[in-house]
């Protein structure tokens, strides 16, 4: 079994930015991190270390809540950290307005500096591994971003993100025809392959998306 970080090393994962995963510390201690896998440096200088989707998993890892008692995948965990929104929160995460706008931009911004960062041909047209391992998230961070409105708590008009059984797709509904059809333009900018889906059981219609690779 893997030995876990200790708590000098925890303290340089949880204090990583929440979005490009970027460390800072002294050059022992992050060498010691790209050492067990939890970070790398990127080769372009000035060199600096990121998380691998290791180390996200160990930030993460203690703070994962069981099944029963599991928050909204899109509500903000309480700690000032930024959540894009899926849809359907029964609180906005940090608020509305212009604030929200530079905060959402901000969070594209860093996303789009982080695939650039992580693909070895410095390729800003496709998800990175931080957005497959996080496609809730990824995928309404490009929607928000782009303008879009999510549904709110009592499910009026808005884009609703969520997870599916499939391992590296989300579903993302619309009860608007256009509104969905304009999600789906949106993501495929974003990089990810998108398809249209009917429901079985319920007829809705709604968007099948998957972080594109190549």
């Known amino acids: 079994m893997t030995r876990p970080p200790t708590a000098a090393q925890r303290r340089l994962i949880d204090a990583a930015d929440p979005v490009t995963g970027r460390l800072r510390g002294t050059e022992a201690q992050l060498a010691a991190l790209v050492r067990r896998g939890l970070a790398f440096r990127h080769p372009r200088p000035p060199h600096d270390c990121f998380l691998t989707p290791a180390g996200h998993r160990a930030r993460e890892a203690p703070a994962e809540p069981d099944a029963a008692s599991a928050p909204h995948p899109g509500r903000a965990a309480g700690d000032g950290v930024f959540a894009a929104r899926v849809g359907g929160e029964e609180e906005v995460p940090g608020g509305a307005g212009p604030a ?114 190549v």
Not at 117 to 144: I, K, N, Q, S, Y
Not at 198 to 210: G, M, N, Q, V
């Open 100 to 213: 929200r706008l530079r905060e959402v931009r901000g969070a594209w911004q860093g996303l789009l500096e982080l695939r650039r960062m992580t693909h070895p041909d410095g390729a800003v047209d496709r998800p990175c591994g931080w957005e497959r391992a996080h496609l809730v998230r990824a995928a309404a961070l490009a929607l928000e971003a782009a303008g879009h409105r999510p549904a709110g708590p009592d499910g009026d008009d808005g884009y609703r993100v969520r997870a599916t059984p499939q391992p590296e797709a989300v579903a993302v509904y619309e009860a608007d025809g256009d509104a969905l059809r304009a999600c789906a333009a949106t993501l495929e900018r974003a990089g990810w392959q998108v398809g249209e889906h009917t429901e079985p059981r319920t007829r809705a219609r709604c968007l099948l998306a998957s972080p594109r690779r």
